[in-house]
């Protein structure tokens, strides 16, 4: 009897252990059977870049999930793997990130050769905007929002500044501003210039040198705090080509990422071929 109660508590525990797993590979499942039934009915790759800020585990442990290097690895694969002819559609939800990480994959989405879509239902801020910007559309909930692209420097362990803040200090302080605040200002100079030369670089071919430059000024320069929220209709009226409307199914897709997994991805797509795609006509919802 012992042994029966003692085997029971045994499988009991393993059961514990086993099931936040198996939850994971429903959703993953249900994920990836949506994601084929979107590419179908759309004819597009997609590919998912959605980080959740929310308790994961059964621990109730915060995990923060942000845009870095092992998301622009991912997200370059799936777009190598993508044939030239075959139209992307980024499903993006983040806060942000690495500025190299979303240079990357914004340099890598601008390169391809077919139609680029990024598709934002909540958010896309910093880092994410920048990613967005190399779309040929954006597609947005009317409620979704993109957000500022002025770099934000580290000053110490837990403490970023925004680079325009920085250079306004140094100017207004002049030759009593200290040795650190001088040097942060410089590099909080380079770090604004290539942040704007890098936009207007997304931007040129879309919208040509004028509007990109204005564009890549208004969106760099500080003029908005770095988390502030830039609505569909707001970034209409700025120049951005955006569509104030996205695929029903998405939101679908959103309620599938309840949460972000400790250990990858964020990031998922189906490698190319895995079902027969028709190219020739491309379904995109009305706007």
Not at 102 to 108: F, Y
Not at 115 to 126: D, L
Request: glycine share 4%.
């Amino acid at each position: 009897m012992i042994d029966i109660i003692g085997l029971l508590f045994w499988l009991l525990i393993f059961a514990m252990f086993l099931q936040p797993t198996m939850n994971y590979w429903r959703l993953k499942e249900a994920r990836l059977r949506l994601i084929a039934q979107l590419e179908k009915k759309y004819n597009f790759q997609l590919i998912t870049l959605i980080h959740r800020q929310e308790k994961i585990g059964f621990f109730g442990i915060p995990f923060y999930r942000f845009i870095d290097i092992d998301d622009s690895e991912a997200i370059l694969r799936a777009i190598r793997n993508t044939p030239p002819n075959i139209p992307i559609a980024l499903v993006l939800h983040t806060p942000g990130g690495l500025v190299l990480a979303a240079a990357q994959i914004a340099r890598a989405i601008k390169n391809h050769p077919a139609k680029k879509i990024v598709i934002i239902p909540h958010y896309a801020m910093s880092g994410g905007t920048l990613i967005a910007l190399a779309a040929d559309e954006i597609w947005m909930d009317p409620n979704a929002v993109l957000g500022p692209l002025d770099p934000q420097l580290s000053i110490e362990p837990g403490l970023s500044l925004p680079a325009p803040s920085l250079i306004k200090i140094a100017k207004m302080k002049g030759s009593n501003a200290s040795d650190k605040i001088l040097i942060m200002a410089d590099v909080a100079e380079k770090a604004l210039r290539e942040v704007r030369e890098f936009v207007k670089d997304l931007l040129i071919d879309k919208l040509g040198e004028e509007k990109a430059e204005k564009i890549a000024e208004l969106l760099t320069q500080g003029k908005w705090t770095h988390d502030y929220p830039i609505t569909a209709d707001e970034a209409l009226k700025i120049g951005l080509p955006v569509k104030k409307s996205i695929p029903p199914e998405i939101y679908e897709l959103m309620e599938l990422y309840p949460q972000a997994p400790i250990n990858r991805p964020g990031i998922e797509y189906i490698p190319y071929p895995v079902f027969p795609r028709h190219v020739p006509s491309h379904k995109y919802p009305e706007t």
